[in-house]
């Protein structure tokens, strides 16, 4: 019998996606002027209720962009997206409504505007009644709950890396309540890669392999009938296994397509949760994770022991039932798919005992400081304790259901505040004291994130920049580089890419640390600058090097032969190409600000680990000419081994690309040795000198253009950190959101304070307890690396503690003589006119059996829990706020950086927990010297709060380096505005004093004007002081006043405190520019020796310094009134 035909086969790599729907834009509504229609409500009295509205839908908060002048007053909605972020107004808008400042409707002030939910709000002056102009008026739009699509994202890579794949690109549903957008979120593409050679083939009943594919991909197999439909599998490193059922396409002959889909790691999407439970409920941990192939397998562990999979049947989920005290602990997931495994997070399950308390009821210790004139005088600073309910989980009333959340989940919080006064020097302060804790609903944790993008060598705004969260697009940048991110629930490493429109920058892939609480975190992003392009011919070899330090040899080179570059669709490309590598160099200190992501990779047991870099580089291919984006590959990248001087490092060097999905860094390949053709030359000539060698890998660039010569390093340690509001250290005083930052440094040998590179750098961000930062170190040579950490609190710089002459272990906080052993060393130690912001360290890892080094402020790599749950007694390094000068008083105590402490009173300084407006007012003060500026924030106008205090600032003035002899301050104040139970407005009596012999001499035009048109004014207007009744809408620096709202209160403050030293509506700076933009100027000169200070006769006995100052200013105007006659006086008392 003769032979079968051979059956004529192809394998190819794809991937199948489905489509996604397009859907049309609906016509935008025509706009319209009018009056606004409808029935007239009184001021503060909320608008239409959500159920009078037939779809779901809700409205936002209120906007105001803009002030009366010019032609009018506009509220556009393209700037409100702008200055308050794209996503605080949905895409469609279903309605707009409009109201003046002081809550009146345009109707019943009797003007024309014009409303359009898409295009915004406006009100002409030409178009007003004869003698009338256009009120200041705020807007909020009525946004439907059903959700609508965000835009597109870029297409991600091709499925595979040989033969016909897709790419796929992701839009995202923003639902405020979880229902689905109408359509998918993908889109499919087709793309090309080359074919699959090499790939092994064999029949499903057949042992071995049958067949190896030639370099086009494809196969035969003689001996297999054309009809016998047999089943054929292929496997090749690197894509999971594919299999393919044979077709006849003749009678001699059948053909096969095998699919393979290129592997990928798994990573967590979902992480298991920390759950509270009475003994005898149910708990449900839920892990999911995501790859190629899917993972189907899940491993649960308790306590670190792996859970018997029968017994407790468990899949993606672990389901708990009748719970023991034996089974709280911690609990985590392991994923697992062909090409690795993934660890979850741990989630702590509490399981109380009968009549264990969940939440006691007694409130735990909680200071804060008084005013100095409440305590006793010499005897420092008094403090009182508030008390504070611990931000700890309850267990649900009804248990646990099978689905992952906690949808009734309760907290430990403030269940009955008392109020008290403390008795003063000649005032009575009042304060609401936390009387009982007790498990509530649990205040939804909002986590922010907030900062601005940036050049790294020059500092310019990355302006209109597209923002990613994976690869979804979730915004832009503004004109000023700004950004805010609201972190999604669950999340545990938020990766965020930047994407400039102009090109000139590198994808920034970066992750932000952020505070999981809900409190808000400000980052300064720095941006990497591209190189020139330089030309290629792609006929020929290319070299490109890595590394241009001046004085210093490149690290390496990237290596591209001839006919190495490719269109996206495969085909060869041939002609001249354009190539930007961009090397970021570890030997330049500055280049770590920059670098992308956080150097951390999944090892074999599926934990996140740190690499150490000796440097990273990105590589833009395009045509010549054209913005056409090329591939290349193989390319070969050279590394001189003699640039490697740590020791193990050479062997262990490996070649990385970044996943901007994750975050996270994925090999590429290895290292061979390889010697130079120049040294091989000098061999034959016999020379004596000494040869480079160089370390030789492959990559191919495609989609992926970020890439990293890194060393997976063993030697790993936490450090311990705590940052406090003063340079006191008072543990009660510790501030939570501060961004620590360490890198770690490689010293020159003999050198420890002069670095040769950095190797790593790590973020995180303070909490209750401080923070751990992971680094390397060495427990034989404490000099191996060094450290260098600095921390920042919305671009405010923290200031370690000193080290001049030699660091003190009280200081410090660490104790000898293992503060001797890591060299700590400020960074003006050596310089006094150097900055104070950061400190170096050696990394000395503890030794076993050394007391002094067991309790930190470095713990081994395995003692993250001992580190994290570490007591203020025990070492660590102290970093606190510059502006010492500064404090704060609330009478209804809440604690900025734990939002779950916020308490519903109507004397609460923030009304609305989940959005925070700040306000300051700008104090100009010419005197020879700093001055306290103090301000009285008191109910005005709200019939419940009139003349009750709200809360005291103090903030003292800072001089501007370019006028001598005058300072200014920024002074917080209590913003007007709806209290908590959103029924009426108050409006804040606001008293602005500074300390010592002061007289106001001058108030912003503007300010004084508004006042004027928007009584009642003051009831107490003192020439020593400045009052006013605090304005309803934002304003901004042309009045001197700077307002910021936010969801973080802290961000909110920096951010404004950083427009106000900058004198503008939407700069930033921390030097004071003392004649920009000012609400009010005083003038203080120094009382004669022995007379109290006016701020001291003020808080001693109010009405007869008063008094004083009333006869001494009516004395000397008169005394101008008889040297420069009626009309001088006039003028002076205008300008007062």
């Known amino acids: 019998m003769a032979s079968a035909p051979p059956l004529l086969c192809l394998l190819v790599a794809a991937a199948h996606l489905a489509g996604a729907r397009a859907t049309t834009p609906p016509e935008e509504p025509t706009a319209t002027a009018w009056g606004l229609e409808g029935p007239s409500l009184s001021p503060g009295q909320p608008s239409p209720a959500l159920e009078d509205w037939e779809e779901a839908s809700e409205w936002t908060s209120w906007f105001n962009v803009d002030h009366p002048g010019g032609d009018g007053d506009f509220e556009s909605l393209a700037a409100i997206r702008f200055y308050y972020g794209p996503a605080r107004v949905c895409p469609r808008p279903l309605a707009l409504e409009a109201r003046t400042t002081d809550w009146a409707l345009p109707s019943t002030v009797g003007e024309r505007v014009h409303l359009n939910p898409t295009r915004g709000f406006w009100c002409l002056n030409r178009e007003q009644p004869r003698g009338r102009r256009c009120s200041n008026y705020h807007v909020r739009f009525r946004c439907p709950l059903e959700a609508t699509w965000g835009a597109w994202g870029p297409w991600g890579p091709c499925s595979g890396s040989c033969g016909p794949g897709r790419r796929l690109r992701r839009r995202r549903c923003p639902s405020p309540t979880g229902d689905a957008c109408p359509g998918r979120p993908l889109e499919a593409q087709k793309c090309v890669r080359p074919t699959c050679p090499g790939a092994r083939v064999s029949l499903r009943d057949w042992s071995g392999i049958v067949a190896i594919t030639d370099a086009h991909g494809t196969f035969r197999m003689p001996g297999v009938c054309a009809n016998s439909r047999a089943n054929v599998s292929a496997q090749m490193d690197g894509f999971s296994a594919g299999l393919g059922q044979a077709q006849a396409n003749g009678s001699i002959s059948a053909v096969v397509t095998v699919v393979l889909n290129k592997l990928e790691k798994p990573y967590l999407v979902k992480h298991p949760e920390s759950r509270v439970r009475e003994a005898g409920q149910n708990v449900t941990f839920c892990c999911k994770a995501s790859g190629t192939p899917m993972p189907k397998k899940y491993s649960w562990f308790h306590n670190g022991t792996l859970l018997d999979r029968r017994e407790h049947r468990y899949g993606a989920h672990l389901e708990l039932r009748g719970l023991r005290p034996d089974q709280a602990g911690t609990y985590h997931c392991k994923a697992w798919n062909d090409a690795g495994t993934v660890r979850s997070g741990t989630a702590w399950l509490t399981v109380l005992g ?122 832009f940048t503004s004109y000023q580089g700004d950004f805010t991110i609201e972190v999604p629930p669950s999340t545990q490493r938020l990766v965020v890419t930047f994407l400039d429109p102009s090109g000139e920058f590198m994808d920034t892939v970066t992750v932000l640390p ?335 059996g050394e007391p002094a080094e067991a309790k930190g402020p470095v713990y081994p790599w395995r003692s993250l829990r001992e580190c994290q749950e570490a007591p203020v007694t025990a070492s660590h390094f102290r970093f606190a706020r510059v502006e010492a000068d500064k404090y704060e008083y609330n009478v209804v105590p809440f604690r900025e950086g734990a939002p779950a402490s916020w308490t519903g009173d109507v ?74 139970d959103q029924r009426q407005v108050d409006r804040t009596l606001v008293t602005i004093m500074p300390q010592g012999s002061c007289r106001r001499v001058a108030i912003n035009g503007l300010l004084r004007d508004y006042l004027a048109r928007h009584p009642p004014a003051a009831p107490a207007d003192d020439p020593a002081a400045f009052s006013m009744l605090a304005p309803l809408d934002p304003l901004g620096h042309n009045y001197g006043v700077y307002t910021v709202t936010d969801q973080s209160p802290r961000l909110a403050k920096e951010i404004a405190i950083g427009r106000c030293f900058d004198g503008s509506s939407d700069g930033f700076s921390r030097e004071m520019k003392a004649e920009a933009g000012t609400a009010v100027t005083f003038q203080c000169r120094e009382p004669p020796a022995g007379r109290p200070s006016l701020f001291q006769r003020l808080l001693e006995s109010p009405a007869t310094a008063l008094g004083d100052i009333r006869r001494e200013m009516g004395q000397v105007a008169r005394a101008q009134a008889q040297a420069t006659g009626p009309l001088r006086t006039r003028r002076g008392r205008a300008q007062q």
């Open 907 to 980: 004397l609460a300084w923030w009304p609305n927990p989940q959005e925070f407006r700040a306000c300051f007012l700008k104090v100009q003060i010419q005197g020879p010297q700093e001055y306290m500026v103090r301000s009285h924030n008191a109910g005005g106008s709200h019939p419940r709060t009139q003349g009750q205090l709200y809360g005291l600032r103090d903030a003292r003035s800072v001089r501007d380096p370019e006028r001598p002899g005058t300072t200014a301050a920024c002074v917080e104040f209590k913003c007007s505005g709806m209290l908590f």
């Open 514 to 848: 952020f505070d999981p609480r809900g409190g808000g975190v400000y980052h300064d992003v720095k941006a990497m600058r591209k190189k020139a392009p330089v030309i290629l011919d792609a006929g020929e070899s290319n070299t490109i090097p890595l590394g241009e330090m001046q004085d210093e040899a490149p690290l390496g080179e990237l290596v591209l032969p001839p006919g190495a570059f490719r269109r996206a669709d495969g085909e060869p490309y041939a002609g001249a190409v354009e190539a930007r590598v961009t090397f970021v160099d570890p030997r330049d200190l500055s280049s770590a600000a920059a670098a992308p992501s956080d150097l951390r990779f999944v090892d074999s047991d599926g934990e996140l680990a740190p690499l150490r870099t000796y440097g990273m580089f990105s590589v833009d291919l395009r045509a010549a000419g054209s913005a056409e984006q090329l591939q290349a590959g193989p390319v070969a990248v050279r590394v001189d081994a003699g640039q490697i001087r740590m020791a193990g490092h050479v062997e262990a060097l490996r070649l990385w690309s970044l996943n901007p999905d994750t975050g996270l860094w994925e090999e590429e390949s290895g290292f061979q040795p390889e010697r130079s053709a120049a040294a091989r030359a000098r061999a034959r000539a016999r020379a004596r000198r000494e040869e480079r060698v160089f370390l030789v890998g492959n990559v191919e660039i495609r989609e992926r253009r970020l890439f990293n010569l890194d060393v997976p390093e063993r030697r790993r340690c936490f450090v311990k950190v705590r940052a406090y509001a003063n340079d006191k250290f008072t543990p009660s005083e510790q501030v939570e959101g501060v961004v620590v930052t360490l890198v770690n440094l490689e010293p020159a040998p003999g050198f420890s304070a002069n670095p040769r590179a950095w190797g790593r750098f790590d973020s995180a961000v303070t909490g209750p307890n401080g923070a751990c930062l992971p680094a390397f170190c060495d427990e034989d040579r404490p000099d191996a690396y060094t450290a260098l950490v600095t921390a920042s609190l919305g671009g405010e710089e923290l200031e370690p503690a000193p080290s001049r002459p030699r660091p003190r272990a009280a200081t410090v906080g660490v104790a000898q003589p293992y503060l001797e052993r890591l060299a700590y060393r400020r960074s003006d130690h050596d310089d006094p006119a150097l900055k104070r912001n950061g400190f170096r360290i050696n990394l000395a890892k503890p030794r076993p």
């Open 354 to 475: 009968p009549g264990q308390p969940a939440c006691n009821p007694q409130p735990q210790e909680h200071l804060i400081k008084l005013p100095d004139d409440c305590g006793q005088p010499g005897s420092g600073p008094t403090y009182l304790n508030v008390g504070l309910c611990p931000d700890t989980l309850c267990p649900s009333p009804a248990g646990s259901s099978p689905r992952c959340g906690d949808a009734g989940s309760r907290c430990c919080s403030v269940r009955r505040l008392e109020s008290r006064e403390i008795h003063c020097s000649n005032y009575v302060l009042p304060v609401k004291v936390v009387a009982e804790c007790g498990c509530q609903k649990c205040l939804p944790p909002r986590g922010l994130v907030r900062g601005r993008v940036v050049a790294a060598d020059s500092g310019e705004p990355l302006r209109f920049a597209q923002i990613l969260l994976g690869q979804e697009p979730i915004g």
